[in-house]
Protein backbone atom coordinates (compact mmCIF):
# COMPACT_ATOMS: atom_id res chain seq x y z
CA UNK A 1 0.00 0.00 0.00
CA UNK A 2 0.77 3.72 -0.79
CA UNK A 3 -0.41 6.83 0.61
CA UNK A 4 0.50 9.98 -1.89
CA UNK A 5 -0.12 13.88 -1.73
CA UNK A 6 -0.25 15.34 -5.16
CA UNK A 7 0.95 18.89 -5.74
CA UNK A 8 -2.05 19.39 -2.91
CA UNK A 9 -2.70 22.93 -1.69
CA UNK A 10 -5.60 23.75 1.01
CA UNK A 11 -6.04 27.40 2.70
CA UNK A 12 -8.60 27.93 6.01
CA UNK A 13 -10.26 31.50 6.46
CA UNK A 14 -8.39 32.28 3.27
CA UNK A 15 -4.90 31.84 4.36
CA UNK A 16 -2.67 28.60 2.90
CA UNK A 17 -1.60 25.82 5.34
CA UNK A 18 0.01 23.19 2.79
CA UNK A 19 1.24 24.88 -0.15
CA UNK A 20 2.23 22.72 -2.96
CA UNK A 21 3.03 19.75 -1.14
CA UNK A 22 3.84 16.34 -2.74
CA UNK A 23 4.41 12.99 -0.84
CA UNK A 24 4.64 9.47 -1.17
CA UNK A 25 4.29 6.95 1.72
CA UNK A 26 5.01 3.45 1.60
CA UNK A 27 3.80 0.03 3.46
CA UNK A 28 5.93 -0.39 6.38
CA UNK A 29 7.98 3.09 6.62
CA UNK A 30 7.67 5.35 9.85
CA UNK A 31 7.76 9.45 8.57
CA UNK A 32 8.18 12.04 10.65
CA UNK A 33 6.80 15.35 10.43
CA UNK A 34 9.06 17.89 11.79
CA UNK A 35 8.34 21.55 12.30
CA UNK A 36 7.41 24.74 14.50
CA UNK A 37 3.66 25.13 15.68
CA UNK A 38 1.51 26.09 12.60
CA UNK A 39 4.11 24.81 10.16
CA UNK A 40 1.74 22.51 8.58
CA UNK A 41 1.78 19.07 10.61
CA UNK A 42 -1.34 18.76 11.53
CA UNK A 43 -3.38 19.55 8.41
CA UNK A 44 -1.01 17.58 6.15
CA UNK A 45 -2.14 14.46 8.39
CA UNK A 46 -5.84 15.31 8.64
CA UNK A 47 -5.71 15.79 4.65
CA UNK A 48 -3.99 11.87 4.56
CA UNK A 49 -6.86 11.18 6.96
CA UNK A 50 -9.88 12.15 4.45
CA UNK A 51 -10.95 14.78 7.45
CA UNK A 52 -10.34 17.59 4.94
CA UNK A 53 -10.54 18.22 1.83
CA UNK A 54 -7.60 20.53 -0.28
CA UNK A 55 -8.94 23.41 -2.49
CA UNK A 56 -6.14 22.01 -5.58
CA UNK A 57 -4.40 18.76 -6.11
CA UNK A 58 -5.22 14.91 -4.99
CA UNK A 59 -4.79 12.36 -2.53
CA UNK A 60 -4.31 8.57 -3.81
CA UNK A 61 -4.10 5.29 -2.31
CA UNK A 62 -2.47 2.87 -4.82
CA UNK A 63 -2.48 5.56 -7.18
CA UNK A 64 -6.68 5.46 -7.01
CA UNK A 65 -7.56 9.11 -6.56
CA UNK A 66 -9.60 9.29 -2.83
CA UNK A 67 -9.81 13.00 -2.55
CA UNK A 68 -12.91 13.67 -0.80
CA UNK A 69 -13.49 9.98 0.00
CA UNK A 70 -15.37 9.23 3.65
CA UNK A 71 -12.90 8.75 6.38
CA UNK A 72 -14.35 5.42 7.09
CA UNK A 73 -14.23 4.11 4.23
CA UNK A 74 -10.54 4.40 4.94
CA UNK A 75 -8.37 2.25 6.99
CA UNK A 76 -6.81 4.97 9.07
CA UNK A 77 -5.95 5.52 12.61
CA UNK A 78 -5.32 8.71 14.47
CA UNK A 79 -3.58 10.00 18.14
CA UNK A 80 -3.82 13.82 18.33
CA UNK A 81 -2.19 15.38 21.54
CA UNK A 82 -4.94 16.07 22.92
CA UNK A 83 -6.32 12.93 23.55
CA UNK A 84 -10.04 11.46 22.81
CA UNK A 85 -11.84 8.83 24.51
CA UNK A 86 -15.06 7.25 25.09
CA UNK A 87 -15.70 8.86 29.01
CA UNK A 88 -18.80 5.60 29.24
CA UNK A 89 -16.69 3.15 28.59
CA UNK A 90 -13.83 1.11 30.80
CA UNK A 91 -10.13 1.37 29.60
CA UNK A 92 -10.59 -1.97 28.36
CA UNK A 93 -13.74 -1.44 26.08
CA UNK A 94 -11.82 1.81 25.09
CA UNK A 95 -9.07 -0.23 23.64
CA UNK A 96 -11.29 -3.05 22.68
CA UNK A 97 -14.18 -0.99 20.59
CA UNK A 98 -12.09 -0.86 17.19
CA UNK A 99 -11.91 -4.83 17.60
CA UNK A 100 -15.70 -4.79 17.99
CA UNK A 101 -16.38 -3.09 15.44
CA UNK A 102 -14.26 -4.92 13.18
CA UNK A 103 -16.60 -8.30 14.67
CA UNK A 104 -13.19 -10.01 15.89
CA UNK A 105 -13.65 -12.77 17.90
CA UNK A 106 -13.66 -12.54 21.58
CA UNK A 107 -10.35 -14.63 22.35
CA UNK A 108 -8.86 -12.59 19.40
CA UNK A 109 -9.77 -9.13 21.48
CA UNK A 110 -8.81 -9.88 24.64
CA UNK A 111 -5.37 -10.78 23.47
CA UNK A 112 -4.56 -7.62 21.35
CA UNK A 113 -6.18 -5.42 24.52
CA UNK A 114 -3.67 -7.47 27.27
CA UNK A 115 -0.61 -7.22 24.75
CA UNK A 116 -1.50 -3.13 24.01
CA UNK A 117 -2.24 -2.45 27.74
CA UNK A 118 1.04 -4.21 28.85
CA UNK A 119 3.46 -2.65 26.16
CA UNK A 120 1.41 0.90 27.20
CA UNK A 121 1.71 0.40 30.79
CA UNK A 122 -2.42 0.11 31.27
CA UNK A 123 -2.75 -3.11 32.86
CA UNK A 124 -3.64 -1.87 36.55
CA UNK A 125 -5.94 0.65 35.13
CA UNK A 126 -8.16 -1.57 32.61
CA UNK A 127 -11.48 -1.36 34.54
CA UNK A 128 -11.46 2.33 35.51
CA UNK A 129 -12.76 5.02 33.20
CA UNK A 130 -10.72 8.00 31.34
CA UNK A 131 -12.09 10.04 34.32
CA UNK A 132 -10.38 8.27 36.80
CA UNK A 133 -6.95 8.54 34.88
CA UNK A 134 -4.27 10.67 34.89
CA UNK A 135 -3.59 12.83 31.61
CA UNK A 136 -0.99 10.48 30.48
CA UNK A 137 -2.94 7.50 31.13
CA UNK A 138 -5.70 9.01 28.63
CA UNK A 139 -2.89 9.42 26.26
CA UNK A 140 -1.58 6.18 26.53
CA UNK A 141 -5.22 4.55 26.20
CA UNK A 142 -5.67 6.50 23.53
CA UNK A 143 -2.51 5.08 21.55
CA UNK A 144 -3.13 1.36 22.46
CA UNK A 145 -6.62 1.98 20.67
CA UNK A 146 -4.82 3.43 17.97
CA UNK A 147 -2.42 0.22 17.59
CA UNK A 148 -4.95 -2.94 18.19
CA UNK A 149 -7.27 -1.10 15.26
CA UNK A 150 -4.72 -2.75 12.96
CA UNK A 151 -5.55 0.41 10.26
CA UNK A 152 -2.53 0.97 7.42
CA UNK A 153 -2.42 4.11 8.01
CA UNK A 154 -1.77 5.39 11.54
CA UNK A 155 -1.01 9.00 12.02
CA UNK A 156 0.48 10.19 15.51
CA UNK A 157 0.24 14.11 16.26
CA UNK A 158 2.33 15.07 19.12
CA UNK A 159 0.83 11.91 20.92
CA UNK A 160 3.53 11.92 23.68
CA UNK A 161 3.72 15.77 24.28
CA UNK A 162 1.59 15.08 27.30
CA UNK A 163 2.77 12.54 29.01
CA UNK A 164 5.80 12.24 32.25
CA UNK A 165 9.06 12.23 30.86
CA UNK A 166 10.30 8.76 32.18
CA UNK A 167 7.48 7.47 30.17
CA UNK A 168 7.54 9.70 27.05
CA UNK A 169 11.53 8.59 27.16
CA UNK A 170 10.65 4.85 27.49
CA UNK A 171 7.70 4.82 24.48
CA UNK A 172 10.04 6.77 22.47
CA UNK A 173 12.65 3.94 22.30
CA UNK A 174 10.00 1.43 22.03
CA UNK A 175 7.59 2.84 19.36
CA UNK A 176 10.05 2.09 16.08
CA UNK A 177 9.95 -1.50 16.56
CA UNK A 178 6.19 -1.26 17.19
CA UNK A 179 6.07 0.55 13.80
CA UNK A 180 8.46 -1.96 12.29
CA UNK A 181 6.41 -4.73 13.50
CA UNK A 182 3.13 -3.71 12.50
CA UNK A 183 3.78 -3.28 8.70
CA UNK A 184 1.46 0.11 8.49
CA UNK A 185 2.17 3.61 7.23
CA UNK A 186 3.22 5.56 10.14
CA UNK A 187 3.43 9.37 10.17
CA UNK A 188 4.30 10.73 13.58
CA UNK A 189 4.12 14.65 14.10
CA UNK A 190 6.77 16.65 16.45
CA UNK A 191 8.40 19.52 16.77
CA UNK A 192 11.20 18.31 19.13
CA UNK A 193 14.28 17.71 16.72
CA UNK A 194 15.70 15.15 19.27
CA UNK A 195 12.19 13.38 18.79
CA UNK A 196 12.98 12.55 15.34
CA UNK A 197 16.37 11.43 15.89
CA UNK A 198 14.95 9.20 18.22
CA UNK A 199 12.43 7.83 16.36
CA UNK A 200 14.92 7.28 12.82
CA UNK A 201 12.85 6.96 9.75
CA UNK A 202 12.51 9.23 7.00
CA UNK A 203 11.95 12.91 8.33
CA UNK A 204 9.66 15.35 6.03
CA UNK A 205 11.09 19.25 7.48
CA UNK A 206 8.10 21.61 7.33
CA UNK A 207 8.13 25.43 7.29
CA UNK A 208 5.09 27.63 6.96
CA UNK A 209 2.95 25.01 5.06
CA UNK A 210 5.90 24.03 3.28
CA UNK A 211 8.07 20.83 2.54
CA UNK A 212 11.39 22.01 2.86
CA UNK A 213 13.86 18.77 2.33
CA UNK A 214 12.88 15.14 2.91
CA UNK A 215 14.99 11.92 3.71
CA UNK A 216 16.29 9.62 6.33
CA UNK A 217 16.67 11.31 9.26
CA UNK A 218 20.16 11.25 10.09
CA UNK A 219 20.88 12.55 6.54
CA UNK A 220 18.90 15.66 6.95
CA UNK A 221 20.28 16.23 10.40
CA UNK A 222 23.73 16.01 9.04
CA UNK A 223 23.31 17.45 5.93
CA UNK A 224 20.42 20.19 5.81
CA UNK A 225 19.70 21.67 2.35
CA UNK A 226 19.36 25.22 3.58
CA UNK A 227 20.00 27.51 6.38
CA UNK A 228 15.84 27.26 7.24
CA UNK A 229 16.24 23.25 7.75
CA UNK A 230 18.85 23.86 9.84
CA UNK A 231 17.17 25.78 11.93
CA UNK A 232 14.21 23.69 12.16
CA UNK A 233 16.27 20.84 13.11
CA UNK A 234 18.03 22.47 16.03
CA UNK A 235 17.04 22.61 19.57
CA UNK A 236 18.36 24.92 20.88
CA UNK A 237 18.35 27.11 18.48
CA UNK A 238 21.13 27.41 15.85
CA UNK A 239 24.19 29.72 16.05
CA UNK A 240 24.81 31.85 13.59
CA UNK A 241 27.09 34.11 12.52
CA UNK A 242 28.22 35.97 9.37
CA UNK A 243 31.36 35.28 7.83
CA UNK A 244 33.86 36.53 4.61
CA UNK A 245 36.33 34.03 3.16
CA UNK A 246 39.14 36.16 1.57
CA UNK A 247 42.82 35.02 0.56
CA UNK A 248 42.77 31.73 3.09
CA UNK A 249 41.40 33.83 6.04
CA UNK A 250 38.12 34.03 7.61
CA UNK A 251 37.17 37.02 8.34
CA UNK A 252 33.39 36.56 10.91
CA UNK A 253 31.29 39.35 11.51
CA UNK A 254 32.73 41.47 14.81
CA UNK A 255 36.28 41.86 13.74
CA UNK A 256 37.28 38.13 14.46
CA UNK A 257 39.68 36.37 11.89
CA UNK A 258 40.52 32.74 11.69
CA UNK A 259 42.71 30.29 9.10
CA UNK A 260 40.33 28.94 6.26
CA UNK A 261 40.68 25.50 7.77
CA UNK A 262 38.05 22.86 8.47
CA UNK A 263 35.10 22.93 6.24
CA UNK A 264 36.31 26.59 4.77
CA UNK A 265 38.97 24.50 2.66
CA UNK A 266 37.16 23.64 -0.20
CA UNK A 267 35.21 26.75 -0.89
CA UNK A 268 35.66 30.06 -2.54
CA UNK A 269 36.12 33.40 -1.53
CA UNK A 270 32.95 35.22 -0.54
CA UNK A 271 30.69 36.33 1.57
CA UNK A 272 29.10 33.27 3.88
CA UNK A 273 26.46 32.73 7.00
CA UNK A 274 28.10 30.33 9.38
CA UNK A 275 25.80 27.97 11.61
CA UNK A 276 26.38 25.51 14.30
CA UNK A 277 24.87 23.74 17.04
CA UNK A 278 24.66 24.47 20.39
CA UNK A 279 26.91 21.24 21.29
CA UNK A 280 29.13 22.24 19.11
CA UNK A 281 30.46 25.01 21.23
CA UNK A 282 33.33 24.51 23.66
CA UNK A 283 34.28 27.08 26.24
CA UNK A 284 38.21 27.04 26.68
CA UNK A 285 41.08 29.08 25.43
CA UNK A 286 40.99 28.94 21.36
CA UNK A 287 44.27 27.71 19.36
CA UNK A 288 45.78 27.98 16.07
CA UNK A 289 43.58 25.71 14.89
CA UNK A 290 40.50 26.74 16.83
CA UNK A 291 38.11 29.83 16.22
CA UNK A 292 37.59 31.77 19.45
CA UNK A 293 34.80 34.65 19.51
CA UNK A 294 34.69 36.52 23.34
CA UNK A 295 31.09 36.63 24.50
CA UNK A 296 29.11 37.42 27.57
CA UNK A 297 26.98 35.24 29.74
CA UNK A 298 23.35 35.83 30.19
CA UNK A 299 22.36 33.37 31.55
CA UNK A 300 23.11 29.57 32.61
CA UNK A 301 20.26 26.69 32.88
CA UNK A 302 21.00 23.57 34.68
CA UNK A 303 19.45 20.20 33.99
CA UNK A 304 22.04 18.12 36.30
CA UNK A 305 23.72 16.74 33.32
CA UNK A 306 24.13 19.57 31.36
CA UNK A 307 24.61 23.04 31.64
CA UNK A 308 22.50 25.23 28.67
CA UNK A 309 25.00 28.50 28.83
CA UNK A 310 23.28 31.91 27.04
CA UNK A 311 25.67 33.98 25.49
CA UNK A 312 25.54 37.47 23.96
CA UNK A 313 27.54 38.75 21.52
CA UNK A 314 27.36 41.85 20.37
CA UNK A 315 23.88 41.49 18.28
CA UNK A 316 24.07 37.69 18.33
CA UNK A 317 22.77 35.55 20.87
CA UNK A 318 24.26 32.03 20.91
CA UNK A 319 23.57 28.53 23.32
CA UNK A 320 26.44 26.80 24.47
CA UNK A 321 25.46 23.14 25.94
CA UNK A 322 28.21 21.74 28.21
CA UNK A 323 28.38 18.48 29.75
CA UNK A 324 27.82 18.44 33.75
CA UNK A 325 27.08 21.17 36.21
CA UNK A 326 28.61 24.49 35.13
CA UNK A 327 27.97 27.93 37.05
CA UNK A 328 28.73 31.17 35.42
CA UNK A 329 27.67 34.46 36.56
CA UNK A 330 25.47 36.63 34.48
CA UNK A 331 28.06 39.48 32.99
CA UNK A 332 31.17 37.07 32.98
CA UNK A 333 33.35 37.13 30.11
CA UNK A 334 33.77 33.80 28.30
CA UNK A 335 35.95 32.39 25.22
CA UNK A 336 33.53 30.85 23.09
CA UNK A 337 35.52 28.06 20.67
CA UNK A 338 34.39 26.90 17.39
CA UNK A 339 35.95 24.04 15.69
CA UNK A 340 36.13 24.81 11.75
CA UNK A 341 36.09 21.09 10.70
CA UNK A 342 31.93 20.82 12.76
CA UNK A 343 30.44 24.18 11.19
CA UNK A 344 27.81 24.32 8.79
CA UNK A 345 28.47 26.88 6.04
CA UNK A 346 25.47 28.55 3.72
CA UNK A 347 25.73 30.81 0.88
CA UNK A 348 23.84 34.10 0.25
CA UNK A 349 21.04 32.13 -0.89
CA UNK A 350 21.58 30.36 2.72
CA UNK A 351 22.28 27.26 0.15
CA UNK A 352 24.65 24.29 2.35
CA UNK A 353 27.56 24.90 1.00
CA UNK A 354 29.69 22.98 3.91
CA UNK A 355 29.07 20.65 6.25
CA UNK A 356 31.08 18.55 8.85
CA UNK A 357 31.91 15.04 8.04
CA UNK A 358 29.80 12.16 9.07
CA UNK A 359 31.86 10.46 12.35
Not at 164 to 185: C, N, V
Not at 275 to 290: C, N, P, T, Y
Request: charged share 25%; proline share 6%; glycine share 8%.
Amino acid sequence: MSVSLDNVTRTIDGLPAICDVSLTLERGTLSVLLGPTLSGKTSIMRLLAGLDKPNSGRVLVDGRDVTGADVRKRSVAMVYQQFINYPSLTVYENIASPLRVQRKPRAEIEQRVQEAAQLLKLEPYLKRTPLQLSGGQQQRTAIARALVKGADLVLLDEPLANLDYKLREELRTELPRIFEASGAIFVYATTEPSEALLLGGRTICMWEGRVLQTGPTPQVYRRPDTLRVAQVFSDPPLNIVGAEKKSGTVHYAGGVTAPATGVFEGLGDGVYRVGFRAHQIAVARGDADRHGFQTTVAVTEITGSESFVHLRRGDDNWVAVLHGVHEFEPGQTLDAVLDPANLFVFDAADRLVAAPKPM
